[in-house]
């Protein structure tokens, strides 16, 4: 009786443990909480209507939702993107555009490279800064329309308390915002070292391939889901 007693008791440790893992796990940091605001905000295009999940959505492991479909209509109607959109829940390990010792590109973003990482050193945030401005996608003006939809959100006080700024200066800073709106959305950090050679290559590959960069993705494996991955509250 005694051993089943300890088992028991060891059991629910165990359990208990275990919740509270789980629950420290599921808690988004406040710049993850950011960048999942800025990422499902279908207000910041013009017109209003798209947000970046229209192109990434979750429930296909981050790329396009429409599996027919080779390039997606913009912000604006009549206009379509020039490539399918790339995945981009599992990028972030992605060194900056280089040639290594065999010849080969490697890194970037973009099907074709043109985020390279060269602005700023990180080719995942240079991506998510990209289709803001991008006449076939989003449409905003320029970064300061896009700063100023931000600044009206109801989340301006959480960028503001994030990146430590005073949403009355946002204006005459546009572009150091806009560095913040697009490291927000890819928060996870990332060193200045360039990865190069063959063994670097394969090392960012296999990254790549085992770790979600959205800190709100999970990848535990889910039941009638494409992806295996799901959003986290």
Request: proline residues 6%; contains cysteine; positive net charge.
């Amino acid at each position: 009786m005694c051993t089943k007693k300890k088992v028991f008791f060891s059991l629910i440790v165990l359990f208990v443990f275990v919740m509270i893992k789980t629950s420290t796990a599921a808690k988004l940091s406040p710049v993850e909480e950011l960048g999942k605001k800025l990422f499902f905000d279908t207000n910041l295009s013009t017109p209003a209507g798209q947000s970046c999940a229209a192109c990434h959505a979750p429930e296909v492991g981050w790329t396009g939702p429409l599996s027919a479909v080779v390039v997606y209509e913009g912000a604006m109607k009549g206009r379509f993107g020039n490539r399918k959109p790339p995945a981009s829940g599992y990028a972030g390990g992605s060194p900056l555009l280089h040639q290594d010792e065999s010849g080969d590109f490697v890194g970037g973003m973009f099907w074709d490279g043109r985020a390279t990482g060269e602005t700023l050193k990180d080719p995942l945030a240079e991506q998510a800064g990209g289709p803001f401005l991008n006449p076939l996608e989003q449409n905003n003006a320029d970064k300061k329309a896009m700063v100023l939809k931000v600044k009206n959100s109801d989340y301006a006080a959480l960028l503001e308390q994030v990146w430590k700024t005073k949403k009355e200066e946002w204006e005459k800073d546009a572009d150091r915002i806009y560095e913040h709106i697009s490291r927000s959305i890819r928060p996870r950090g990332r060193g200045r070292r360039r990865t190069t050679g063959r063994a670097g290559s394969r090392g960012w590959r296999r990254r790549r391939a085992s770790c979600p960069v959205l800190p709100w993705a999970s990848a535990r494996p889910r039941s009638k889901s494409r992806s295996g991955l799901r959003i986290r509250q």
